[in-house]
């Protein structure tokens, strides 16, 4: 069974830094890209980025690139998203997922991020 | 970044038929089709389809995904109250490099 288990999420100011993780099991984690995808509270869905089975491409979003930073480590099975500059328009739950001929496929449960002061 | 059109709202009968659409151009939905995912309310979402309309195991074969150019359909026949739920498209575009998603569509069966 795919799990997928997001954590570092929490209340940081604005401008500040965060860093998330997402652990991944009951799966080949090599064998998928990877995603990143938030939901702002009471809003649809939001793609982040993702990155490619070897870590070797990543893409992301106009809205956070040259902000956040999609990265993964193959040999713990673990799936990050370090976050600076952070506004309050990053408030947002956001989720890790496998991602094949899909935006994302297998889902975690989220990790809420808010950014406030 | 440009997004696809979902209409905000389908209303319809209990075992009635709720078609939902997903307009998106030539560099996204009619590029490589669009992705159905579906979310109950403080839940995750669920794949439905993928962008090549597999259905994963598990998802009901009430439910069908079909393209017509740059318009990508998702059909749920026999609604059940299980149905309601919100409903959301994403297609890979090609010029941005991104995926996009639509608004999402809030389904109310009757």
């Known amino acids: 069974e795919v799990q997928l288990v997001e954590s570092g999420g929490g209340l940081v100011q604005p401008g500040g830094s965060l860093r998330l993780s997402c652990a991944a099991s009951g799966f080949t984690f090599t064998d998928y890209w990877m995603s990143w995808v938030r939901q702002a509270p009471g809003k649809g869905l939001e793609w982040v980025g993702n990155i490619r089975q070897d870590g070797g491409a990543t893409y992301h979003a106009g809205s956070v690139k040259g902000r956040f930073t999609i990265s993964r480590d193959n040999t713990e099975n673990s799936l990050y998203l370090q976050m600076n500059s952070l506004t309050a328009e990053d408030t947002a739950v956001y989720y890790c997922a496998t991602s094949k001929a899909s935006p994302a496929s297998d889902w975690g449960q989220g990790t809420l991020v808010t950014v406030s002061s | 970044q440009a997004g696809l059109t979902q209409p905000p709202s389908v209303s319809k009968g209990l075992r009635q038929t709720a078609t939902f659409t997903c307009t998106g151009n030539?560099?996204?939905?009619?590029?490589?089709?669009a992705a159905w995912l579906q979310q109950y309310q403080g839940h995750p979402p669920k794949l439905l389809f993928d962008?090549?309309?597999n259905r994963p195991s598990g998802i009901s074969e009430r439910l069908s995904a079909s393209r017509s150019g740059n318009i990508a359909s998702l059909t749920i026949t026999g609604l059940q109250p299980e149905d309601e739920a919100d409903y959301y498209c994403?297609?890979?575009?090609?010029?941005?490099?991104?995926?996009?998603f639509g608004g999402g569509t809030k389904l109310t069966v009757l």
């Open positions: 962008r090549d309309h």
């Open positions: 030539s560099n996204n939905v009619g590029y490589e089709g």
């Open positions: 994403s297609a890979w575009d090609r010029t941005l490099s991104a995926w996009v």
